[in-house]
């Protein structure tokens, strides 16, 4: 159970072009989730933490407006990475937490984003 | 404020050798810990957690992990490693009454030769 499933699995884009990210929780609600980005190697960065029905809060240095998190309902959240360019190429993971404190996240499969 | 530590950037070990991933942390009060694995262009996957009891913790894939407060460390065991093992395993710690949002390790990189 708790499976988080994220799409596209990767995606190639042109610099200038919007990219949508998909991350849904399959068999529970999440009325909180996670967006982070990894550099190759690198450990995660959190990058905002998306809650439903309310707007996102972000971390410190990401760009609101060029990452547009949207989590309209309690199953699914979207990440729109806006006007691509290369330095956004990236890997890009969502989780929640299915459970209470003690639950660790689940986290989707992530997303590889190639802006060219 | 938590915070954890992964000392080792790489981790290189024979299979059928016992292996260890080491993590340290520091938080107020007791820990929530966590290890994570990620295979390449894949998410993470929850291997194990401890969050109260007996010190040595078991989870999936025949990893364990022992609970030390007084040396605040959780490192990661498996007795015999496996070239499938070959990973990046995150430890994260959440500190009780904090946010849920856990603090994650840089990451141990995992290579096991056959």
């Known amino acids: 159970g708790a499976v988080v499933s994220q799409h596209p699995s990767w995606v190639i884009c042109k610099s200038g072009t919007s990219v949508k990210i998909e991350c849904r929780s399959l068999?529970?609600?999440?009325?909180?989730m996670f967006w982070y980005r990894q550099f190759p190697k690198q450990s995660l960065m959190l990058m905002a933490t998306s809650n439903e029905g309310s707007k996102a809060t972000y971390e410190q240095g990401v760009e609101k407006d060029k990452f547009l998190i949207n989590h309209a309902s309690l199953t699914l959240s979207t990440l729109t990475v806006t006007s691509a360019h290369p330095e956004d190429s990236s890997f890009y993971i969502c989780?929640?937490?299915?459970?209470?404190?003690?639950?660790?996240?689940?986290f989707g499969n992530g997303t590889r984003l190639t802006v060219t | 404020a938590q915070s954890v530590a992964q000392p080792e950037d790489q981790v290189n070990v024979a299979e059928g050798n016992p292996l260890t991933v080491k993590c340290t942390y520091s938080v107020s009060g007791n820990p929530y810990l966590f290890w994570y694995v990620q295979y390449p262009n894949r998410g993470l996957q929850f291997l194990l957690k401890y969050i109260t009891g007996d010190n040595l913790v078991k989870g999936s894939y025949g990893f364990e992990a022992e609970f030390n407060k007084s040396q605040t460390s959780f490192h990661l065991k498996k007795p015999s490693a496996l070239v499938s093992d070959s990973a990046l395993y995150f430890c994260a710690v959440r500190e009780p009454g904090g946010s849920y949002i856990p603090t994650f390790g840089r990451g141990t990189s995992l290579i096991v030769h056959p």
């Open positions: 068999d529970f609600q999440a009325t909180t």
């Open positions: 989780s929640a937490i299915p459970g209470g404190f003690d639950s660790p996240l689940h």
